[in-house]
C-alpha cells in the first residue's frame, strides 16, 4: 500500500514503518482477515453502514498526513491509539446513544430481576454475588420409573462458606426448591469451555458423597468467583497454625518416653551415671552439670555407694552387680548372679 511520498531516508524509513502498520491494522482492498476485523472494529465503535469505507479513508489519509509532518511516531501503539480517536470522532451519534440507552436497559433489568428473585423467594441479595444458570439433574420419572435428565433455570448465590442454590422451573416459573452446598462437603470444581463436544461452558461441582453438580451457561468469569470464594475458605480452614500444638505434644510425649527409657536403663544398671547424664542432657537440651537427678535414681545409686564404702572398695575396682535384680556381685569371675541366676554382663 503506497501511501506516502519519498522523502529523505528517516522520512522514508518512518513511511515504511507507517505502512507496514497499517496493513496489520486496517488491511488493504482485498477481502482479507484483517479488513473485516477493521469493520468490525468500526461497528464497535458506532461507525456502521456506507460511511465505514468513508471512515476508513480518513483514517489512513489523516494518519499519513500526521506522520509526513511528524505530529505522529509510526509505532504501533501510537497508531492504534489514533485510530481509536478517529473512529470516535466519526461514530454516529445515534448509534451512541442507542447503545448507552440498551447499556441502562439492561442495567435496570438485572435490578429489577434482582428484586424479583428477592420478593419471590425471600433472600437477601444485599452486598452478595449471584448469577443466573442453569442446572442439569438426573430424576427418576414418576411416569417411567427410569432416570430421566431434567434441567431447570438456577440461581447461585456464593456464600462465604455455601453455594445457594435457587431452582426455578423453566416454564411455569415456580419455586423448585434451594439447594446449599457447604464447603467442607466438597473436593473440587472443575470448569468445561464451550467448544466441539460442548454447547455451553458449564461447572461441575464435585462433592464428597461422589455426586456432581452440573450448572451449565456458567461463563469464565462467575466460575472465577466461585473458585475463589472455595479456595478462600480452604486457606482459612486449613491453616498452618492449627496443627503445630499437635505437634509440639508429639515432641514432648517422644521426649518424655526416651527419658524414661534411659532412667530404667540406669536402675538396671546398665547406664553409668555419667551416661545417663548426658543422655538426658541431651533429651534435654541442658548441660549435664545442670542435671538434678531424680528420687528413686539418687536412692538405688547411694545404696551403690554405701556398699562400697562399708566394704571398702576402691572407686576404681567397684564391684559388679546384677541386670535384673541389681544384687552386689562379690566373686568377679562369677557370670551369673547368685540371687536370680540371670547371666552377668
Not at 477493521?38 to 465503535?45: E, P
Not at 497508531?79 to 448507552?100: C, F, G, V
Request: aromatic residues 8%.
Amino acid at each position: 500500500m503506497a501511501l506516502f511520498d519519498s522523502g529523505n531516508n528517516e522520512q522514508k524509513q518512518k513511511k515504511k514503518q507507517a505502512e507496514k502498520i497499517l496493513d496489520e491494522l486496517v488491511g488493504g482492498m482485498m477481502p482479507t482477515r484483517t479488513r473485516f476485523n477493521f469493520f468490525a472494529r468500526m461497528s464497535s465503535k458506532g461507525v456502521k453502514g456506507i460511511h465505514q469505507e468513508k471512515v476508513r479513508s480518513k483514517v489512513l489519509k489523516t494518519i499519513k498526513n500526521e506522520v509526513i509532518n511528524n505530529e505522529l511516531e509510526p509505532t504501533t501503539e501510537a497508531i492504534n491509539q489514533r485510530i481509536d480517536e478517529i473512529l470516535t470522532e466519526n461514530a454516529s451519534p445515534q448509534i451512541l446513544e442507542k447503545r448507552k440507552k440498551n447499556y441502562q436497559e439492561s442495567m435496570n433489568k438485572k435490578l429489577i430481576k434482582k428484586g424479583e428473585i428477592e420478593e419471590k423467594f425471600g433472600v437477601d441479595l444485599t452486598n452478595k454475588q449471584w448469577f443466573q444458570c442453569s442446572i442439569e439433574e438426573i430424576k427418576y420419572s414418576t411416569f417411567s420409573n427410569q432416570r430421566v435428565r431434567n434441567i431447570d433455570t438456577a440461581y447461585v448465590i456464593i456464600n462465604e462458606d455455601n453455594f445457594e442454590i435457587i431452582k426455578e422451573s423453566v416454564w411455569l416459573k415456580s419455586n423448585m426448591g434451594t439447594r446449599k452446598l457447604f464447603f467442607y462437603n466438597l473436593t473440587s470444581l472443575d470448569y468445561d469451555a464451550r467448544g466441539k463436544l460442548h454447547a455451553s461452558s458449564s461447572v461441575i461441582i464435585n462433592t464428597k458423597g461422589s455426586e456432581h453438580v452440573h450448572l451449565k451457561f456458567v461463563t469464565r468469569d462467575k466460575f472465577e468467583l466461585m473458585n475463589n470464594a472455595f479456595e478462600s475458605y480452604l486457606e482459612k480452614t486449613h491453616s498452618p497454625q492449627q496443627t503445630a500444638p499437635i505437634q509440639q505434644n508429639i515432641s514432648t510425649t517422644s521426649t518424655a518416653d526416651e527419658l524414661l527409657k534411659y532412667a530404667e536403663l540406669y536402675e538396671k544398671g546398665l547406664l553409668t551415671k555419667e551416661e545417663f547424664d548426658m543422655k538426658k542432657a541431651e533429651l534435654l537440651g541442658t548441660s549435664s552439670n545442670d542435671i538434678i537427678e531424680t528420687g528413686p535414681i539418687d536412692e538405688e545409686y547411694s545404696l551403690k555407694e554405701d556398699f562400697i564404702e562399708q566394704n571398702d572398695i576402691i572407686p576404681n575396682d567397684k564391684p559388679k552387680f546384677c541386670g535384673s535384680c541389681g544384687t552386689p556381685i562379690d566373686d568377679e569371675d562369677s557370670k551369673f548372679c547368685t540371687n536370680c541366676g540371670a547371666k552377668l554382663i
